[in-house]
Each structure stands twice: as C-alpha cells, then as structure tokens.
C-alpha cells in the first residue's frame, strides 16, 4: 500500500492567480497520476506524471495550464494556472507502488474553490 | 474505447439489508478491476482489487466478483451498516496501452438507520 499527503487540503483563489498543489508518497512508487473531480460528476485523468520528464496530459488537458513536476520517485507538484471559476474542482494525487498487482491508491485531494 | 457503466446511480435502503452494486464495461482485455469508496468531499478509498484471472475477492462484509467475458463486476455489502454511505466507484485498468484507470460514474448509497 501506500501512504499519500497533498498540501493544501483546501484553498479559496481568486481569477487569474495559480495555486501548486504538493503530492508526497510515504514510499517510492512507480505511477504517479493527477485526476480532477468537478462537482457531481466522477474523476477524470489530467495528466500522468513522469520521473525526471515532461508529464503526458490527457485529451483536453495542457501543459501551459497545468504544469507538474515529479522530480523522484515519491513527490510530484501540480500547478492550476491562470485560474477561472470552472477550475473549481477536487484535485487528486493517485499512485501505483511497484508490484504486479497495480492497485492504484489516492491522496485525499484538494479542494479548490475559485472566485 | 473503454466504457464503464454503473447501475444504479443512486440506492437508498434500510439498515441491515443486503445489496448489490453493478458494475460493466466494454472492452474485456483488462489486466485488473478495483472498487472504491469515497466519503463527500474526500479521497477515494480502495475496496477490493480482483485481477483479471480471478473470479472474486472479499474483505469483511463486502464481497466483489468479476466475470471478465460478460464484462460485469458486482460489489455485494451484506448487513448494510449507515456507516457504508458513500458513493461507490468501479474502475477498470486495460492490458494495452498507458494502463489507465477508466472509472464508472458511481452509485451514490445511502443507508437509513
């Protein structure tokens, strides 16, 4: 299993400004994964994040405007740039340990409410 | 493209039934299924994993079965407790590809005392 962290647990933003969200793993893992989860509807995949390169965004998700970094094996940052109220979501942290049985497990998010 | 439907949206039922939540996707060359639970607000919280050669897994009063060439996975709570209200997700992860988990859009469950 996995133990994850993310900070902020919640934030109030204005328009226009950027909030990074810190993902922390208690154990080295091998897939690091970022999901949004808008209000009502079920979670839905940004990006995947990738040790030491870029990160590999789903359809409709942009690097200008969320960036995330994953400098090892148990850290990652994603960045909500520019912000509008439609950014208001839950964001999560999802990680997959080394293992063959690939159980994903999930921070407890934030949320992120903009006004 | 994988799909993953989950019937009912929403379930309601008194304390101390049992009840069944269902699960089905599209596209039967998964490599593993999982079973969430998330509380409002919250993270989700992993259920029970059942990898594509098995039939089911139980952990205490929940039991999940999958039948990979039908496509359906069923999650079972027996003696329903108001403690298990949440919204149940289903997801399911492919043999090909990035291996993504694609999720179900989750049952709401609410428990009467």
């Known amino acids: 299993s996995a133990v994850i962290s993310q900070k902020p647990s919640r934030d109030i933003c204005q328009r226009g400004t950027s909030l990074t969200i810190q993902c922390q793993v208690d154990s080295q893992v091998t897939m690091m994964f970022w999901y949004r989860q808008q209000p009502g509807q079920s979670l839905t995949l940004i990006a995947t994040a990738n040790q030491g390169s870029e990160a590999t965004y789903e359809s409709g998700f942009v690097i200008d405007k969320f960036p995330i970094s994953r400098p090892n094996l148990t850290f990652s940052t994603l960045t909500v740039s520019n912000m509008s109220p439609e950014d208001s979501s839950i964001y999560l942290c999802?990680?997959?340990?080394?293992?063959?049985?690939?159980?994903?497990?999930f921070g407890p998010g934030t949320r992120l409410t903009v006004t | 493209k994988q799909e993953v439907t989950q019937i009912p949206a929403a379930l309601s039922v008194p304390e101390g039934e049992n009840l069944v939540l269902n699960c089905s996707f599209t596209d039967s060359a998964i490599y593993n299924l999982q079973w969430f639970r998330q509380d409002p607000g919250k993270g989700l919280t992993s259920l029970l994993l059942i990898q594509s050669s098995q039939r089911e897994q139980t952990s205490g009063r929940l039991n999940a079965s999958l039948d990979k060439s039908s496509g359906r996975s069923t999650l079972y709570i027996a003696a329903s407790q108001p403690g298990d209200s949440a919204t149940y997700l289903c997801a399911v992860r492919a043999i090909q590809g990035a291996q993504k988990l694609v999720f179900g859009q989750g049952t709401r469950l609410t428990i009467n005392p």
């Open positions: 999802s990680v997959v340990p080394w293992g063959a049985t690939y159980e994903q497990y």
